[in-house]
């Protein structure tokens, strides 16, 4: 069965630390719910610290099965819990299977293109990072930008915030000056795929989890990308359906167990 553990610390973060350090875990390797959040108080008096409660698997312990028939309660208060992704940058063993239909695309070589590869080039000279540069044009009119070379760890980041931000200021300096808006797309050593793979994976794993405790469980932070991954992950998943709530940059996926078939609810 899964094991819990509850832990204080004066942050969330803090709690969530203390816990992992308690247990010897990684952080995708437990789920976590916030129980309470951590108060200020005023002039530091009435402060209370944060606490949580870690759900993991134990050394040995047999998955959790779903109760042999539901026992009819009051419906019980939905809880939040908060997941965290895998660490996508780990390597996979095969090649992943795009979750997301790569556009067919073709070699280009215009003044969009030029531009592209010309901002990149002193970027990663800034950076001392050396690799190569290819571009092409998706039939949608994107440029797709691939780059390749050896530990691009730092161009990609942690989850690819940073491959988000030179994506970001590509576009930026591209589009500068111009009245058509050029998409510029950009990857890293294959990284879009195996994120893509590894967010379905947390997104059917986590869809299980909600059907066996029969809850909605809600995911942490993610841009509009990685929720469109998991939404296109578990649009025909039975049972489930997926929708989106918040406001950005704090706008979350909450995967919602439903008696009825799983629908998609499309990421606004």
């Not at 204080?8 to 992992?20: P, R, V």
């Not at 002193?122 to 190569?132: E, R, S, V, Y």
């Not at 809600?218 to 709530?245: C, F, G, K």
């Amino acid at each position: 069965m899964t094991k819990f553990a509850e832990f204080t610390g004066k942050s969330e973060a803090a709690a969530i630390e203390a816990g992992l350090a308690a247990l010897g875990l990684d952080r995708d390797e437990v789920a976590v719910e916030i129980l309470e959040r951590a108060k200020a108080g005023f002039l530091g008096i009435g402060a209370t610290p944060a606490k949580v409660r870690l759900s993991y698997e134990g050394p040995g312990d047999e998955p959790e099965t779903a109760p042999a028939a539901p026992v009819k309660t009051a419906a019980p208060k939905e809880e939040k819990t908060v997941y965290t992704p895998p660490k996508a940058e780990r390597a996979p063993k095969e090649p992943p299977k795009p979750v997301l239909e790569p556009e067919p695309t073709h070699p280009v070589d215009d003044e969009a293109s030029q531009a592209i590869t010309a901002f990149l080039e002193g970027l990663l000279k800034h950076m001392d990072i050396d690799c190569a540069i290819s571009v092409e044009l998706s039939e949608r009119g994107a440029y797709e930008v691939r780059l390749e070379g050896e530990a691009l760890g730092r161009v990609i980041g942690r989850r690819g915030d940073t491959l988000d931000a030179i994506q970001q200021l590509t576009g930026y300096a591209v589009n500068r000056g111009r009245r058509d808006r050029v998409r510029v797309h950009l990857d890293a050593e294959g990284y879009r795929a195996r994120r893509e793979e590894a967010l379905a994976t947390m997104a059917r794993r986590t869809a299980e989890k909600a059907i066996r405790l029969r809850q909605s469980i809600t995911l942490e932070p993610m841009n509009a990308y990685e929720r469109h991954v998991v939404h296109t992950a578990l649009q025909d998943y039975p049972h489930i359906t997926t929708h989106s709530v918040g406001t950005e940059p704090n706008r979350r996926t909450v995967i919602a167990y439903d008696e009825a078939e799983g629908t998609w609810t499309e990421d606004e």
